[in-house]
Antibody, heavy 116, light 109 residues
Framework: EVQLVESGGGLVQPGGSLRLSCAASGFNFRIYWMSWVRQAPGKGLEWVANINEDGSGRFYVDSVKGRFTISRDDAKSSVSLQMNSLRAEDTAIYYC?????????WGQGTLVTVSS | QSALTQPPSASGSPGQSVTISCTGTSSDVGGYNHVSWYQQHPGKAPKVMIYEVNKRPSGVPDRFSGSKSGNTASLTVSGLQPEDEADYYCSSYAGTNGLFGGGTKLTVL
């Protein structure tokens, strides 16, 4: 059974940084793409970033390019999202997900609030 | 890529059937048999209900079914039950990026 546990969310001021982490278990982490998806309060799901199985490919939604970096550590079965230059519009629940051909299997999410 | 198009709301009475559509393009929904549907209750994480257009993960009731025609995929919930009231999202394989629909709020009257 896929288990994904996110951590690292919290309150941060505009312009600040935050690093989210996701611990994975229950599947062969090394062979899967991983993803971060966010959901702003009262809004729908928005894909944020993907990383391929060996970390050589990283893909981002336009609104976070140059500010966010996705990475993975296969030895620890974990994926991270480094978020810099945060804006109010980045406020959301951030979900870690295992991705298989467009199917997302989800963690429980971690809340990021960007506010002064 | 633009988000997939879903109706913002749908409704039905207990026991009835309701169908939610998800429209994309030939580059996503129409190009691959990799459409998924998710159910999300308030305050909860999304849950996969359908994947690969019409497959159900174990534990998902067979009241939930999926189909696709051209660039439009559909989720049908038969024999509506009160616990089916939730937000539903579709997603489609689209290459390197993720792609979701805007979501449909299903109300059980």
């Amino acid at each position: 059974e896929v288990q994904l546990v996110e951590s690292g969310g919290g309150l941060v001021q505009p312009g600040g940084s935050l690093r989210l982490s996701c611990a994975a278990s229950g599947f062969n982490f090394r062979i899967y793409w991983m993803s971060w998806v966010r959901q702003a309060p009262g809004k729908g799901l928005e894909w944020v970033a993907n990383i391929n199985e060996d970390g050589s490919g990283r893909f981002y939604v336009d609104s976070v390019k140059g500010r966010f970096t996705i990475s993975r550590d296969d030895a620890k079965s974990s994926v991270s999202l480094q978020m810099n230059s945060l804006r109010a519009e980045d406020t959301a629940i951030y979900y870690c997900a295992q991705v298989t051909w467009g199917r997302f299997d989800w963690g429980q999410g971690t809340l990021v609030t960007v506010s002064s | 890529q633009s988000a997939l198009t879903q109706p913002p709301s749908a409704s039905g009475s207990p026991g009835q059937s309701v169908t939610i559509s998800c429209t994309g393009t030939s580059s996503d929904v129409g190009g691959y048999n990799h459409v998924s549907w998710y159910q999300q209750h308030p305050g909860k994480a999304p849950k996969v209900m359908i994947y690969e257009v019409n497959k159900r993960p174990s534990g998902v009731p067979d009241r939930f079914s999926g189909s696709k025609s051209g660039n439009t995929a559909s989720l049908t919930v038969s024999g509506l039950q009160p616990e089916d009231e939730a937000d539903y999202y579709c997603s489609s394989y689209a290459g390197t990026n993720g792609l979701f629909g805007g979501g449909t709020k299903l109300t059980v009257l």
